[in-house]
C-alpha cells in the first residue's frame, strides 16, 4: 500500500441509520491516522433520511472545504447516487480494496461510499487506508476525469 500523503487533512463524514456504527468507527480510525473529521451527521441510529446526509458531504468536498468524503448507508448505493449528483464529486461504491485502489487511479474518486450491511469485520479500515493512500493516475485518465466533469450540452452553472 502506498504511503498516506494526506494525513492532516480535512475528511467528511456521513450516514444515515444503518450506517451510523460504521461511521463511528471510520471517525475513530480516521481521527487516529491524523486526519480532521467533518462530521455531518447522522448522530444516533434513529431512522433517517439518507439524502440528507449524502448531500451535506458532497457539497462539502465539492465545494472544495473538505479534501475527500467517506458516506456509509445500508448498501452504499443511495449515498453514491445522491453524491454524484452533486458537481466536482466523483463518488465510488467501493467493496474491497481492488475497487477503492482503481477509484481513486483511474477515476480520481474524491468520495468513498460503502455498504454497511454487507461490510465484515475490519474490511472497512483496509478499504479506507488504501483509498487515502493511492494517488490519481492522472495521464490518460485526466481527459476522462475531465468528460465527467464537463458541463452537458445546454447548462450553464450547475449548483454544487
Known sequence: MPENKTSG???????????????????????????????????????????????????????????????????????????????????????DEKQAELSRQHNDSNVLCLAARSMKGEDYSDIIKTWLATPFEGGRHQKRVEKIEKPRSGEKNLPS
Open 9 to 95: 487533512a480535512k475528511i467528511a463524514l456521513g450516514s444515515d441509520h444503518a450506517g451510523f456504527e460504521l461511521k463511528e468507527k471510520i471517525k475513530n480510525l480516521l481521527a487516529s491516522e491524523g486526519f480532521e473529521v467533518q462530521d455531518f451527521g447522522t448522530y444516533s441510529a434513529d431512522s433517517c433520511d439518507y439524502p440528507d446526509y449524502a448531500r451535506a458531504v458532497a457539497d462539502d468536498v465539492g465545494q472544495g472545504k473538505s479534501l475527500k468524503g467517506i458516506l456509509c448507508c445500508g448498501s452504499g448505493i443511495g449515498v453514491s447516487i445522491v453524491a454524484n449528483k452533486v458537481r466536482n464529486v466523483r463518488a465510488a461504491l467501493c467493496h
